[in-house]
């Protein structure tokens, strides 16, 4: 029987391997693979600017991959729509031309911040290997949708790297991490238990850190 299901399965990868010749064939024409020491993330006007070291160059890029830290330099995604809109037709062409503007701006704008930048912190490795989680990115950063599922007022940025070092700083020693607690309830409790009241004190922008690292696990 063992025999025998090991042949289906050699059969059946075989099978796949026919259809998905590679399966980097799926991803944007240029996505590296970078390792966490080429990669580092910088915020600006509230937006997450994510920059990679291509042949020892920093550039502006975003992110391709969840969790094999794939980049995608704005350089080279510029370059795949101005090949595409060469042969494209109307409206497809249109379409193109639109994201190609709004990446040339984005590249300017961000640019500059990858040049002079240079990491400052260690950006965290993905929360749950394998893929697949929805709240946050490849650094630990809460997504817009993990924004929405913790009830973060939707103007904070939240990283799981920042919020362990804010939760360490102000909520050890009385009792162990609350996990996959919403903004909402946290602040709720820091009301309704006297002990707490000293929490009250704390920004918005530290407590939604905070959430990110209650959440951690939370994809
Ligand atoms: C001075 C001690 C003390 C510190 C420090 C403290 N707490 Fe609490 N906390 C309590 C007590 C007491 C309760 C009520 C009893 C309980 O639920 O454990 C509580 C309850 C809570 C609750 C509600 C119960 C639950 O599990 O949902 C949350 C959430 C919470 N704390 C989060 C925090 C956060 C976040 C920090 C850091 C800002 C923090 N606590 C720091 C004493 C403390």
Redesign the pocket.
């Known amino acids: 029987m063992l025999a025998r299901s090991q042949l289906i399965t050699a059969v059946l990868s075989g099978f796949l391997a026919l259809l998905f010749p590679d399966q980097t064939l799926a991803l944007p024409k240029g996505a590296q693979q970078l390792g966490s020491q080429d990669l580092y993330q910088t915020f600006k006007d509230g937006k997450v600017i994510t920059c990679g070291r291509i042949l020892s160059e920093w550039r502006s890029g975003i992110m391709v991959g969840f969790d094999k830290a794939l980049f995608l330099s704005r350089a080279d995604k510029i370059k795949d729509l101005k090949k595409k809109s060469r042969t494209a037709a109307e409206p497809k062409l249109s379409k193109l031309l639109s994201q190609l503007k709004k990446q040339r701006s984005l590249q300017r704008i961000e640019n500059p911040i990858c040049v002079e930048g240079s990491p400052t912190s260690t950006p965290t490795p993905t929360p749950t290997p394998g893929g697949g989680c929805v709240n946050f990115d490849a650094f630990g950063n809460v997504t817009a949708a993990g924004i929405t599922a913790f009830q973060i007022p939707s103007n904070l940025a939240a990283n799981i790297n920042t919020g362990t070092t804010?939760?360490q700083a102000?909520?050890?020693?009385?009792?162990s991490?609350?996990l996959n607690?919403t903004f909402v309830?946290?602040k709720?409790?820091?009301q309704?238990?006297?002990?707490?009241s000293?929490?009250l004190s704390?920004s918005d922008a530290?407590?939604a850190q905070?959430?990110a690292y209650?959440n951690r696990n939370n994809c």
Do not use: S
């Open positions: 804010v939760w102000n909520c050890t020693g009385c009792h991490a609350n607690r309830a946290v709720q409790a820091f309704a238990e006297p002990q707490m000293f929490a704390i530290d407590l905070i959430i209650l």
